[in-house]
């Protein structure tokens, strides 16, 4: 199996990588659970990729990309996260309705055309959604981050990238303010369990008590906030 590769491969880098990020090795459940497929499908198409030296096997713990699946899969993510940024910023999508799209153009599109809405965008580091674009070179900026559910109490973060793939979660985000950018103070104790207490910092230095569910919540990657 050599490059161009077909769609099915091509989402099962992106996935395989996604789930391993972290450094931990991927699961055939949890790949099946991310491309909504049967773990027996899983299992046979982990074996081409293995084969064809995309992947490694980790005895009783999963998958792991090889340095050229890692290249091959960057390069998915690279098309994925310009796409979304130049229908955000070029054609007037919201950041909610972007990901669905991109997922379908991803595959269609050509290096050469991404390279040429990248260069349109002048170069962007990140997504829409805060995540980082890999470069046309395969590198990309650290992303193991911390969620805003892991967030100790008193903390000042800044709310760094979300997850993309949920629409709705989008929506609530965005309403309550809660985008890459933002300042926010985890309070000191929390009340409610299943959620994080916070606020919420505006641009001239107001706040305002924000209640986040902790299904949103580990959607949310922060960082301390330096300022």
């Known amino acids: 199996m050599t490059g161009p590769y077909s769609r099915s491969v091509e989402d099962y880098l992106k996935a395989i990588y996604s789930l391993s990020e972290a450094g931990d090795a991927a699961s055939t459940s949890a790949i099946a659970e991310t491309l909504d497929i049967q773990p027996a499908s899983v299992t046979g198409m982990v074996k081409k990729l293995a084969e064809s030296g995309l992947l490694e096997y980790l005895p009783y713990r999963g998958v792991r990309l090889t340095k050229s699946g890692v290249r091959e899969a960057l390069r ?37 055309l991404i390279e040429k809405m990248a260069a349109a965008l002048e170069f962007p580091l990140h997504d829409p959604h805060g995540a980082p674009i890999p470069t046309s070179s395969g590198h990309i900026e650290d992303t193991n981050l911390l969620t805003l559910a892991d967030a100790q109490p008193g903390k000042h973060l800044r709310i760094r990238a979300v997850r993309d793939e949920d629409s709705a979660d989008l929506r609530s985000m965005a309403a309550e303010g809660l985008v890459p950018g933002a300042h926010v103070i985890v309070a000191a104790a929390q009340t409610v369990t299943g959620s994080v207490q916070l606020k919420l910092q505006n641009a001239d230095d107001r706040s305002r008590s924000v209640e986040v569910e902790d299904e949103l919540a580990q959607q949310i990657y922060v960082v301390p906030d330096e300022g």
């Open 76 to 112: 998915v993510v690279r098309r994925h996260r310009v796409l979304e940024t130049y229908l955000c910023k070029r054609l007037g999508f919201s950041w909610d309705d972007v990901h669905g799209e991109a997922e379908r153009l991803e595959h269609a599109a050509s290096d050469e």
